[in-house]
């Protein structure tokens, strides 16, 4: 150790070097000139001195009772702080072993007693214990083997300490908010669990995810997100008081443990407090800043008694909060887990279809209202499962977005949409769809050239069709898209209009050719009650006023179509002019007159809304994971991807709201889906699909 390091010069001239002790040499150094001492000792002095003046180190000695004679500069000036004069007092006194060594096995008198070597004892030098040294030492003895007295080194630990406890403190904290990481809070559920053995306390953990907060750090920068966390933190811990642990996971997601309550009325009206507390507007640099907030909340022991499990079932909890439509809290309950292995299930599926052609496209016609001239078509993906059956793209474009294989699955189809249109006789359009997750990498315009270059297809035939959650993120990268891929002369459409978030000042920038009216408003736009027709005279003025085209989504009835041009929409799409067909067909439509004839029901029927979510099925007083694929006021049908066992004139009841179920009867029963009737006329306008939802997240 540092004793016989720095020692060891001085210990092995014995005394009659003229310098055998520390004391002496520092004393002799003062009294002669550099030249007349010989080179050992001129080298160790410089080495102490520089030890000394460095701060790294300090130097002891004492005499044969173990009183000190020498003790470096520095730390005498400071331990005299006190006012003691330390020379001539006993070393034993002046420093005590450390409460917290344990690697002292004996005790510091003991060894000056028993003339004995100690290394890197932790002492201090008062009783608080606040400032930390280590000292190691070692006997003396002269040529003749006479005990002299003991000579050694020290530092200081309080700074190491102090940065060791630092360290400590930063790996448990979150640095910009103060709340305990992610780790401290596992350490903490962990604890609070074990100590649960035995005798009852109640738990329940929350993890939040902030809505929209994405935005706003792309937006107002980040350091205009971090005040915000700050800002959220701050009322997190206001709202849940001192009763919980709260910590931040990282970016913007939070947790809450409440400990001593498992009721869920308590506990919903917790959450119900924190997303209301959360919600309202922030005011930061000039701007006032609003965000949402969504929870998932599992309860131990039932939702689980380790902490890796009620953090995985908060968190499929929290992915339904999300899921059905933001700013709410849900518990978790084990459907919950069937449902997540079924969309990993499917996720996995999906990434085997692309790789074996499970996948094709189908072709819907656009019609202009004036010509009643099919002037395009729309690509839409379909998914033909081996097992399954045919699976819808508003069931798996949401998973492929979720999973990442939204980008080869959408440079697949827009690859294969522009080599069929290309080779079609006549030049109409092709539209494709990009997913907002697409739209926001900056690849995008590069993929649309190299189609366009691979197809031959003119650019001003591809419409690429965007829904309005691209403008959530309203990043500069967003404006640049727009930019590079109208530089490259193709066409944009947004869809969906009106079923979005975002506010209409994009609009003013954003350089669309063409709204597409979303189905919602077009359907039963002939019945007053809906006011439909009302919303979509109003969206084709303002598409009038900044010259862009309209379609008219989904039109079923022939009836509407009359309406529809009366309105004042420039095309109309929808079943009235065929379903989606196959390259195969669109070849044959092609070459025949163009004109599009009206396929479709005469007369408009009671809306059915194809719906896609997830719902309970509450059969033979069991609850069953079930999806909705469409929906009337009279009626659903459903399907599961668990094979239903469902029998025809059995009695359910659905919830599409969880727990609010209604009554009906099973109707007929085919491939794994089910109809249902129900017992009363059901308002189904009142749910949202949270399949639209998801995505625009
Ligand atoms: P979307 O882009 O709004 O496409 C229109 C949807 O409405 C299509 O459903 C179409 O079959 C359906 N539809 C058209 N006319 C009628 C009608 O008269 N009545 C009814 N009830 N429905 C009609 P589909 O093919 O199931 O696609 C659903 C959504 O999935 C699409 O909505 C689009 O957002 C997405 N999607 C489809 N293909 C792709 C794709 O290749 N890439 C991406 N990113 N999304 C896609
Ligand atoms: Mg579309
Ligand atoms: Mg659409």
């Known amino acids: 150790m540092a004793a016989d390091d720095s020692g060891s010069a001085l210990a092995r001239r014995g005394d009659n070097g003229g310098f055998g002790s520390l004391s002496r040499l520092k004393r002799g150094w003062t009294r002669q000139k550099p030249d007349e001492q010989d080179d050992d000792a001129a080298r160790a002095l410089r080495f102490i001195t520089c030890v ?38 006993s070393l034993c006194d002046v420093f005590v072993v450390g409460g917290d060594d344990v690697s002292a096995e004996r005790t510091l008198r003991f060894h000056i007693v028993g003339r004995t070597s100690f290394s890197d004892y932790h002492v201090s030098t008062d009783s608080s214990g606040d400032r930390l040294w280590s000292i190691s030492g070692r006997p003396l003895f002269d040529e003749v083997g ?169 968190d ?103 080599l069929a249109a290309a080779q079609w006789p006549v030049p109409v359009r092709i539209a494709v769809n990009v997913s907002p997750i697409q739209f926001a990498r900056p690849t995008l315009p590069l993929l649309v050239t190299s189609a366009l270059a691979q197809s031959g297809l003119d650019p001003a035939r591809l419409e690429l069709e965007i829904t309005e959650s691209v403008f959530l993120g309203g990043s500069a990268a967003t404006e640049a898209t727009f930019r590079n891929l109208k530089a490259l002369g193709v066409r944009l459409a947004l869809d969906d209009f009106g079923t979005g978030y975002s506010s209409l000042g994009y609009l003013k920038t954003a350089p669309f050719d063409k709204i597409k009216i979303d189905q919602s408003f077009v359907r039963g736009i002939g019945q007053e009650s809906t006011r439909n027709a009302a919303i979509v005279k109003a969206i084709v003025t303002l598409a009038d006023a900044m010259d862009l085209e309209t379609t008219a989504e989904g039109v079923e009835a022939q009836d509407e179509i009359e309406l529809i041009r009366a309105l004042g929409c420039t095309h109309i799409q929808g079943f009235v002019y065929g379903r ?27 809306v059915r809304t194809r719906m896609l979510r997830s719902i309970w099925l509450q059969l033979d007083g069991r609850r069953i994971a079930a999806r909705l694929r469409d929906v009337s006021a009279a009626g659903a049908m459903i399907d599961s991807f668990e094979p239903l066992t469902l029998q025809s004139d059995t009695r359910v009841a659905i919830e599409f709201v969880e727990g609010e179920p209604l009554g009906g009867v099973i109707r007929w029963v085919r491939g794994g889906r089910a109809g249902i009737g129900l017992d009363q006329l059901f308002d189904f306008r009142e749910i949202k699909s949270p399949v639209r939802q998801q995505a625009a997240a």
């Not at 596992?186 to 907060?213: I, K, N, T, V, Y």
């Not at 931040?248 to 400990?259: C, P, Q, T």
């Not at 067909?581 to 599009?596: C, E, F, H, K, N």
Request: proline share 4%; with cysteine.
């Open 52 to 89: 000394e003046e460095l701060g790294s180190g300090w130097f002891w000695e004492t005499d044969r009772e173990g009183r000190l004679t020498y003790l470096s500069q520095g730390v005498m000036q400071q331990l005299s702080e006190s006012g003691r004069s330390l020379l001539g007092e």
């Open 146 to 314: 006479q005990f002299r007295g003991f000579v050694g080194t020290g530092s200081d630990l309080t700074a190491k300490r102090r940065t060791e406890a630092e360290v400590a403190r930063l790996a448990m904290f979150d640095s910009l908010t103060g709340l305990a990481n992610r780790a401290k809070m596992q350490l903490s559920l962990d604890q609070l669990l074990a100590r649960r053995q035995g005798r009852w306390q109640p738990l329940a953990l929350m993890l939040l995810d902030l809505d929209r907060f994405k935005a706003v750090n792309d937006t107002l920068g980040h350091q205009t997100g971090d005040m915000l966390l700050k800002l959220v933190a701050q009322r997190l811990q206001r709202t849940v008081g001192d009763g919980a642990l709260i910590g931040r996971r990282g970016g913007d997601e939070f947790e809450v443990v409440i400990i001593g309550e498992c009721r869920r009325d308590a506990l919903g009206d917790i959450a119900h407090g924190i997303v209301a507390a959360l919600s309202q507007p922030y005011h930061i640099a000039g701007s006032s800043i609003s965000i949402g907030c969504s929870i998932g909340i599992s309860i131990a022991p039932d939702d689980g008694d380790t902490s890796e499990t009620l953090v995985r079932n908060a």
């Open 316 to 418: 499929l909890a929290l992915y339904s909060a999300k899921g059905n439509g933001r700013g709410t809290h849900r518990f978790y309950v084990p459907e919950l887990l069937a449902l997540a292995q079924m969309r990993r299930q499917m996720e996995d599926d999906l990434r085997q279809a692309l790789g074996d052609g499970q996948l094709h496209l189908v072709y819907q016609p656009v019609v202009g209202t004036v010509s009643g001239a099919i002037t395009g078509y729309e690509a839409l993906a379909r998914w033909e499962h081996p097992r399954l059956g045919a699976i819808s793209p508003a069931e798996f474009i949401p998973v492929a977005e979720d999973s990442g294989l939204i980008e080869p699955i959408g440079e697949w189809v827009l690859r294969t949409a522009t």
């Open 580 to 606: 989606p067909m196959s390259d195969a067909q669109v070849l044959i439509q092609l070459s025949g007159t163009q004109l599009a004839a009206p396929v479709g029901v005469k007369v408009s029927r009671p």
